[in-house]
């Protein structure tokens, strides 16, 4: 069944208040629910609940036997009265629940995901956003095994019950759609903390763990309070209740889940602690606890009318996320992090089989459209509105965007318009960037005379994307400046609105040949090509004082020479080295901007610029630059080395700096085969005391050909192998390898018995990783594409959206060579005739083969 955003009406009947009465059990849940529905307009339509997986004892409607169906995961009961008090008993077994949607069981937890559809397995409701419940809930479960029994709101009442039982009962305020219910029963331990919001109300906070974890709480939770206070100081948005609980659950189908006032959280983005957490970890939990916590106004207060709305809360609120991690860290290097995400999985994304406006408009499956294009090209948009109206004129809008849909479910067109009237700005034609698809190309050529004149043509091009073949020119704000090439100063800087698909724009009174600085700062989620040669990129690296175009000029450098040495070109290395010889030597530079700056883009992303995608090819001209700049450049990696060697560990912007460009470093001087490199990296392996040192020197052993690789793979697994989380990183580090043996390695580790099939983490650890390993998922063998299609098939079978996740890399055959297409598409034609197939993977893997 297609859903077409075209098809959205209002609901028949609504659902006021909800109570929820659960008798928990791991086998066996009984959940009897209390709806007060109320006719919604004229009409004499049944009511229709949404119900998966049920198994239905007893349905009433105003206290008696009601005539009801069964059918197609819809229950439909016949309502005579325009209000009635409808009641269902249903059971459900949490344990049996490998989806991971509804209730289910995670390590001993009873806990829930709903978003999108998951309340319907719990019990009948009309399963949509739009649809606002004020719910109370009430658990009942043994004392033992659920000492812990939280749901979302405020705690009003708690027991004893017989049998070693006992109670707890919740209510939420607020009204909200039933993906934002919450429970969880367990075995857990808070660490408990407070936030007196500005107004002075005192909120009582909980991030609850098992036992053993509490120790690794403490980042979480200052990140939670940081978020707090930043959403009261950013965008004027105080918390709403008096608890504000987390729970950290190790089987979760992704990131994290932002229920009223119960988030629940992969335990991958909660936990950390120096031993066991990266430093990108450690910002990883960061940003998504703000991201969850943000959510309390963009998407809980503020809801989406229907889910092809879902950029609504999910862009904005990774752009909120976004916003906050740059204010706590450096802004530059978060900058250049984001757009490094956009274009290795949304660029890709849109210009593939599986491409979609980042407002859809039509799905088999919701839970394939929570994707890049919809979450960070859904960000960019908001970031280009905020660029347009400036950070004052933004906060007017979001203001009034807040005060006019506080309590309502609502649309992206809403959102526009409050921008609009808000901002007091036209954003007509901006609307486009919800609709239309692909990834704009734009043309970049400045011309410049004696007389000091110079002329920027730009133009601009969108792709043809499925089911869009005419497209229209979008607004695009382009940050443009021009530097001087004698002098190396800034002789212009302006925003450039292009709003057709051609513009010319005029500069007067330069004094000295002008250079290009274009798309600064990643003014928009567009490719540029601005021609620009070898020696003005190299220029712009040193002397553009726009951070991100800085980085963004070297890495164009290094990326043109890497496509000329795959398309046979002659090697010319130099330009690059002398690059970043000067990057490395510039004292004006933190550490943390060098690492970026002088690391070479990604195979993927050298892939990414290619008619014909030469995986080997690829990774040969990337692997003979860096021993280039290894070997050329030897004694400043040695010293970058030395330099940024710490004593004790320090989560701080300028300590993560330092470990970063360590980690860049060591890899050069393994790469370039200095004699010592390997012995440099084994000391660190052993003498590191945090987890960022220790799995830089490991990912830098197990891409090397040196005898320590396998000691320090062995050393690492014993010392973490009862850590999930760190055991995730031995399965990750050996599937991402760019040895010749990584393809064999991973179908071994697939045999592993620390490997299996229904853990989301640790399926993308091993599988999802190695589908990123360009050269070995692409073997010319095809054995890379027949693994992952086993994978899928297999992981299909208990979780289907885990499974679905799985399925993009391998619509990607139109980007390669006949032989590779060929083998791809025969693997996604083997996986739609599988029977039994889930509608996520068919949706997938259909859309894939085109
Ligand atoms: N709303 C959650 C978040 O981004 C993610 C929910 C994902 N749901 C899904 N079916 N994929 O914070
Ligand atoms: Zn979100």
């Known amino acids: 069944v297609i859903v077409r955003r075209e098809d959205y009406r209002p609901p028949d009947w609504l659902v006021p208040e909800i109570a929820l009465d659960f008798d928990l059990g791991a086998e066996r849940t009984r959940v009897r629910a209390r709806l007060k529905v109320a006719r919604n307009g004229a009409h004499d339509r049944p009511l229709v609940l949404d119900a998966e997986g049920l198994t239905l004892v007893e349905v009433t409607v105003d206290g008696e036997a009601a005539e009801h169906r069964l059918e197609d995961e819809r229950l439909t009961i016949t309502v005579s009265t325009a209000a009635a008090v409808v009641e269902t008993l249903v059971e459900i077994g949490p344990r049996a629940n490998t989806q991971l949607m509804g209730l289910y069981e995670s390590g001993g937890i009873l806990c829930t ?345 730009l133009s601009q091009q969108v792709p043809a994307t499925p089911g869009q073949t005419e497209k229209q020119p979008m607004p695009i704000p382009l940050k443009v400046a021009l530097f001087g090439a004698d002098s190396g100063t800034k002789l212009e800087e302006r925003l450039v609105m292009l709003e057709e698909e051609r513009a010319e724009i005029a500069f007067s009174g330069l004094l000295e040949r002008p250079v290009l600085s274009i798309n600064r700062d990643f003014s928009a989620p567009v490719v540029v090509e601005a021609g620009r040669d070898l020696a003005d990129l190299a220029f712009l690296s040193a002397h553009d004082d726009n951070a991100f175009a800085r980085y963004e000029a070297m890495q164009q450098l290094m990326l043109d020479t890497l496509l000329r040495a795959v398309s046979g070109g002659p090697a010319d290395h130099e330009p690059v080295i002398a690059a970043v010889r000067e990057t490395l030597a510039n004292p004006a530079l933190d550490h943390a901007f060098i690492a970026e700056a002088v690391l070479l883009p990604s195979e993927s992303f050298v892939g990414d610029h290619l008619a014909v995608v030469d995986p080997d090819a690829i990774r040969a001209a990337r692997e003979a630059l860096r021993v280039a700049l290894g070997s050329a450049l030897e004694g400043q990696w040695r010293a970058a080395y030395s330099a940024t060697a710490a004593n004790r560990f320090e989560y701080s912007p300028a300590a993560k700096g330092a470990r970063r460009l360590r980690s860049v470093a060591l890899g050069y001087l393994l790469g370039a085969g200095a004699e010592d490199a390997a012995k440099l990296a084994m000391r660190q392996f052993e003498d590191a005391d945090n987890m960022t040192d220790r799995q830089g020197a490991l990912t830098a052993l197990v891409n090397s050909g040196a005898a320590e690789r396998n000691t320090a793979l062995a050393g690492f697994y014993d010392r973490y192998r009862r850590d999930p989380l760190v055991l995730d990183k031995w399965f990750t580090v050996q599937a991402l390898s760019t040895r010749d043996d990584a393809l064999e390695a991973v179908e071994a580790l697939a045999r592993h018995p620390d490997f299996t099939l229904s853990n989301p983490n640790r399926m993308r650890a091993l599988v999802g990783a190695f589908a990123a390993n360009q050269r070995a998922f692409h073997d010319v063998s095809g054995r890379g594409y027949r693994f992952l299609a086993d994978m899928i098939l297999a992981v299909d079978r208990l979780n289907p959206q885990t499974a679905a996740r799985l399925v993009p890399p391998l619509g990607r055959w139109r980007r390669f060579d006949e032989g590779r297409a060929a083998l791809m598409r025969a693997e996604l034609e083997r996986i739609v005739a599988a029977p039994g197939l889930s509608k996520d993977v068919f949706e997938q893997a259909s859309k894939s083969l085109g």
Not at 335 to 361: S, Y
């Open 113 to 457: 995901q709903c978003e999108a559809e998951g309340f319907r397995r719990i019990t009948p409701f009309p399963d949509r956003p739009d649809v606002l419940s004020r719910f109370t809930v009430c658990m009942a479960a043994d004392k033992a095994v659920y000492p812990v029994l939280l749901s979302n709101g405020d705690p009003v009442g708690a027991g004893d019950l017989d049998g070693g039982r006992h109670w707890a009962e919740w209510r939420d305020p607020f009204p909200k759609p039933c993906y934002l219910f919450a429970l969880v029963a367990g075995d857990l331990v808070a660490n408990r903390d407070s936030f007196v919001t500005a107004s002075g109300r005192t909120v009582d906070l909980g991030i609850w763990v098992r036992e053993p974890d509490l120790s690794k709480t403490a980042h979480a939770m200052a990140a939670l309070k940081a978020s707090m206070k930043w959403d009261e100081e950013t965008y004027g948005r105080e918390y709403d209740l008096a608890v504000f609980n987390i729970v950290a659950v190790s089987d979760f189908n992704f990131g994290a889940m932002e229920n009223k006032g119960l988030n629940i959280f992969n335990s991958r983005y909660i936990l950390a602690d120096a031993e066991t957490a990266t430093d990108a970890d450690f910002d990883a939990v960061a940003g998504v606890v703000a991201h969850e916590y943000f959510h309390n106004w963009s998407g809980n207060r503020i809801t989406c009318r229907d889910w092809f709305q879902l950029s609504l809360k999910e862009g904005f609120t990774v752009f909120r996320d976004q916003q906050f991690s740059a204010d706590m860290g450096s802004r530059a290097v978060k900058r250049i992090e984001d757009v490094r995400v956009l274009r290795a999985a949304q660029f890709p994304e849109d210009g593939g089989p599986l491409a979609h406006p980042v407002r859809p408009e039509s799905y088999i499956e919701i839970s394939n459209f929570y994707t890049a294009t919809v979450y960070n090209k859904g960000a960019e948009l908001i970031r280009m509105m905020h660029t347009i109206l400036g950070p004052e004129r933004f906060r007017a809008g979001t203001d009034l965007y807040f005060s006019r849909h506080d309590g309502e479910a609502a649309t992206c067109e809403d959102f526009v318009r409050a921008m609009e009237e808000g901002g007091g700005i036209d954003l007509s034609r901006f609307r486009l960037w919800y609709s239309q698809a692909g990834t704009p190309r734009i043309r970049a050529a400045l011309a410049s005379d004696d007389n000091g004149a110079a002329t920027l043509t």
